[in-house]
């Protein structure tokens, strides 16, 4: 049974870096993704990125400019790094499990395991 | 970007009540199509893939169908646990994209 458990800083002043950090129990870490995806009021559900245990990113084009995620794949751990931040980029931030399963004769790909999420708020 | 669009946004319904609840894609996404619920306080569940296939666990008064650019989230005879928020999300072609959200609340 996989579990992710994801920790950072709640607060932040504009301008600063987000950073969080998840890490998995439980599971394998290769043959899946890891992603990072928020939700707020505003925009609900947003996803930020993603990368395999390779290090292969993808990122959302809209935040590509401030996103890298990290993998320490000893570790079993990824990680989210946001920079520049505003109060736009206040959400509750998961961490989030991306696997291929087969269905028909097709993969398909679900978002299935969450973190517990984190509430990140940038105010000055 | 695929945009996900819901109806409704939501919704009042009695235990034992058919609810359902519609997701259209901006462009045809195959059956690239998942389905969240989420409850108040807690990460999104993943209850459907591949637009009809249960993920394991999820009871069979869920369906999901449709393919293409519509889809519709059934529940059969709505249950008290059942009252959250659920999502569609597109698994077609990154950046992954979801719905606005359907609130299902108590009539």
């Known amino acids: 049974q996989v579990q992710l458990q994801q920790w950072g800083a709640g607060l932040l002043r504009p301008s600063e870096t987000l950073s969080l950090t998840c890490a998995v129990y439980?599971?394998?870490?290769?043959?899946?993704?890891w992603s990072w995806i928020r939700q707020s009021p505003g925009k609900g559900l947003e996803w930020i990125g993603e990368?395999?245990?390779?290090?292969?990113?993808d990122y959302n084009p809209s935040l590509k400019s401030r996103v890298t995620i990290s993998v320490d794949t000893s570790r079993k751990q990824f990680s989210l790094q946001l920079s520049s931040v505003t109060a736009a980029d206040t959400a509750v931030y998961y961490c989030?499990?991306?696997?291929?399963?087969?269905?028909?004769?097709?993969?398909?790909?679900?978002?299935?395991?969450w973190g517990q999420g984190t509430t990140v708020t940038v105010s000055s | 970007d695929i945009q996900m669009t819901q109806s409704p946004s939501s919704l009042s319904a009695s235990v034992g009540d058919r609810v359902t609840i519609t997701c259209r894609a901006s462009?045809?996404?195959?059956?690239?199509l998942n389905w969240y619920q989420q409850k108040t306080g807690t990460a999104p569940k993943l209850l459907i893939f591949a637009a009809s296939t249960l993920q394991s666990g999820v009871p069979s008064r869920f369906s999901g169908s449709g393919s293409g650019t519509d889809f519709t989230l059934t529940i059969s005879s709505l249950q008290p646990e059942d009252f959250a928020s659920y999502y569609c999300q597109q698994s077609y072609i990154t950046p992954w994209t979801f719905g606005q959200g359907t609130k299902v609340e108590i009539k």
């Open positions: 439980g599971g394998s870490f290769s043959g899946s993704s």
């Open positions: 462009q045809s996404i195959s059956s690239y």
């Open positions: 989030v499990r991306g696997r291929g399963i087969a269905a028909a004769t097709n993969t398909y790909y679900g978002l299935d395991v």
């Open positions: 990368i395999n245990h390779s290090g292969s990113t």
